[in-house]
């Protein structure tokens, strides 16, 4: 049975210490998220995290969803009664507007609350988790009357939401869709079509269900421009903020999974539902993009989710498993072997993980903190700068923190040897729970491409521009010598990033292949960067904060150097594959495969 | 459902082209295997692949093995058939010695034929896999009496094999097992104790089941030095090759694991069960390493098995997916979309399991040469300069095979996107399939240490020094420039691993942590240099074999041009990592974690 302690420590670190919250006291919100209240509020989630969701963790994978043949499903026993305690609690709302019922409190916190819902449950999570996205879409599209209709019982919980895009012969390429929309006198429309691998589709948790769903309205253009965004309840809204008639949409399956199977991945068959156009018409996927990056940040959360939980129980394994001895020499020898945390191939493996996992989540912090700045602040520059922020860190989260989950998972399993291959320890679940990390939400490689082909060159690359004064700015003001031996891989490391970005200026243009072939590497390249980065940031803070001597500031220094002599290397060989471009990768015909 | 072609052509090109069988038709059973005979063999296995193997292996998972009351195990629907007509074609003792009842050809077919099988279905390959280690073993340490008793059933496969090690507190560290062998005064012995983790266990595919279990005889010294390895079968031996009495060994459980479902993995409990001593008393450990070089030699090639049908399935969905448009342009206009092939990710990801299997596949064949040489050369300096190519390989290969094997079903798994995430095409089978290649016969980290804690420094470093004069002499060879693309990277390469051979040389000696610390870098590092080595000669024998403009002589130039560009590389950063030694690995206190 897997262990969970929420890092609310950790967290408080970052929060006080690392981006000193409390320079934003001027933010809507934040004046209300003073130390206390958010040192309060982690705690509270830390325990319905620890006690109420992590057992349902492996009851979730063994019993799954079932689906009835009038189409209901029935989630996982347990999730029913969790669910109910997270909506009383308040959980769902705490970063939304109070006018809709929530408590306005800074959308960083519940950024930091998915981290430790997921770490303990990442199929229960994924029922809250669509309805934040379906929450920020309708604040940012949704008319003053879909805002009404819809907000509250969403920010309450009471509803929940999902994305509708994938379709049996469209993932990653929208333009392709089907699913249409007929409109209808009285300015709705009837939706018809096929919806596959919508996470909670259908289940028994909340009292409706709101769709926002991709679909062509008759006669609109082909292709992504064609494409509008709608909402499609599954009971129409009733009197009073209640429910009405059942609408035209029917979970036709569950799929069998890999893993999360706690969550219900629907097929849902949309047969002349009603549904009302939210935005503009045939500005569809810009509205989607919306709830889009909310969920790619959710997603990379995920990824350091399950890092985190892995990682705390791969070490809890290392302590008490006794086998064979240190190669220094016995350290337990009245025992009949030394627990293998001794052997530094173990260590290296946890090591990695806690160098990432902390880094990561300084990564997530920081960039919570930019999407609040991005949505809150009065300055327009500041809120310009705080979103191209985000739009260029958003897919090296969800990329580099999701492929690092899998990772982590995987290894953590490796330190249980063959016990971490049967079923009984559940450390084989978190590598099943993390593989879809990778891919949903746009798969890594997309994430590459949008990151390299869209996020780079936009606004005359002013985001990369902006990231690469600020390192470069910190590399400079700390390059004594006490902030050396971090600052300067880092700095070496920022250079191979910036001769990458150049490479792609230079070599891209006339050859978009170019750019393609590298664009995975590149993603690796950046998030190592920006780790590295978050070392540098945490030492520094770290140095401040804790005596000499104090075992947290040592576990800093050394967590970090560990990071910069052992994983920020591989930026080297990222620049190398990228430099070497795309020929010998697109040479062969497809035949020769 | 998955598809599979054996790459019989490969295999053969490997044979006879580059390392040019004919060369040993002095060994016993060479001249047998003719290239016409090995092609005619060949093709039948593949035949017995692809329509028998192949269709049960989707089976083998979803229907598991089912534990009876009794203790009695029924394989999947359809395991039966398949193995009586495994048994019938003569296939288990192909290699084995004709006074057995085998075919005397080289153990390189029963190598090749291993990855055949096992791309088909693993979890079905592992009931012969077994079997081939007991032959080993008994072949080596086994009496007459006991050969005469048991090989005959081995070789034909009406009885199988089993390893049994593990304990549920001891795996690695073989030192702590309890299981007892009490001494009887007609000369066997009393088993009795529990092991786990038993692959193939218990089952209905056999007459009798063979297990050599290591034990400790009463009054044994502790430790290593004080077990023993035991012939004990489930069913008494009878008269004529027949079966006795039932002996005191049952199945207690099956374990519930991630994945090789068609394969019972059992917990066998031994209750005064009757068994034999094999080898030397006391000397279990090495008698038991016959059998597990053997075994990790299989386990190795596994994880190239499963990345040669990973890779086969990605490349067919990316032929047939369509999505999205080249960067370069679209390539199928009257298309609604181009497939996913055009793409640099995914040819990036394609390329890379091609090049990786290509030279993975080399890497087999040429180290199965070296334990046909080493078992069956009458020149004495042939047979050791073989047996050390083996003891340095096997932890590589099966080190590096199977991390690279898992990475590959991965990697395919993500080339179909949702599809692959979902039970219904059988991708996601494979990745939790690859998983267990890197945890049994040694996890990774152990190979990782058993080569250089173990066979760098043997015999004054002889076997390296070899390996390192071939490499060398061979980009020497090789420097004109039709080569030099290929070698030139290849010696830089053989430089960083060099480099990382002396570091051992001079920091591990005194502190032995920074062998541990560095270690899994080396394996990988080696990997690299082997499979380059592997490029090297393979397109060295492609350019004598293929005219010029020949689509394969283009396919083994680009696919090894993308090895040396994208892949070797990253002996770089193993060797920074390496050279940065144990101090920030080691040096946190277990509770700071």
Redesign the interface.
Known sequence: MPIYKAPVDDVLFLLNDVFRLERYNNLPGFSEASPDIVEAVLTEAAKFCEQVLLPLNRVGDTEGCRRHDDGSVTTPKGFKEAYRQLVEGGWIGISAPAEYGGQGLPTILTTILNELLASANMAFTMYPGLTQGAIAAILTHGSPEQKATFLPNLVAGTWTGTMNL?EP?????LG?LRTKAVPQPDGSYKITGTK??ISSGEHDLADNIVHLVLARIEGAPPGTRGTSLFIVPKFLPGPNGGIGARNGVTCGSI?????IHGNS?CVLNYEGATGWLIGQQNRGLQAMFTMMNEARLHVGVQGLAISEVACQNA?AY??ER???RA??GPKFPNQ??D?I?V??????S??TM?AINEAGRALVVWTALKADIAHRSQDEKERQAADDHMGLLTPVIKGVLTDQG?ASA?AA??IY????????HGI?QF??DA??A???EG???IQ??DLVGRKLGRDGGRAIMALFNEVQGFVKENSGDEMKPYVTPLGDALKDLQQATMWFMQNAMA???N???G??DYMHLFGLVALGYMWGQMIKAAKEKFAQGD?RL??KL??G??FM??LL??T??HL??IQ?G?A???????E??
């Open positions: 994938t012969h469209c993932g990653t390429d392709l596959i691998f799929e069998e999974k890999m893993g991945t070490v290392a302590k006794l086998q064979g190669l220094s009949p072997a627990p945390i052997h530094p191939d173990v260590r290296r946890l090591m806690k899998f995987v399993q490796q040897g063959g016990h971490g291959y049967i079923r009984e084989e590598v099943r593989r879809i990778m891919i949903y798969a890594n490689g590459a491409l050859k978009p292949d750019a393609g072939a664009a995975y075992a040592n576990a050394v967590t150097r560990f002599e052992r290397p591989e080297a060989a190398k594959r070497s795309a010998s990768t697109m040479e062969l015909p497809a020769a495969f």
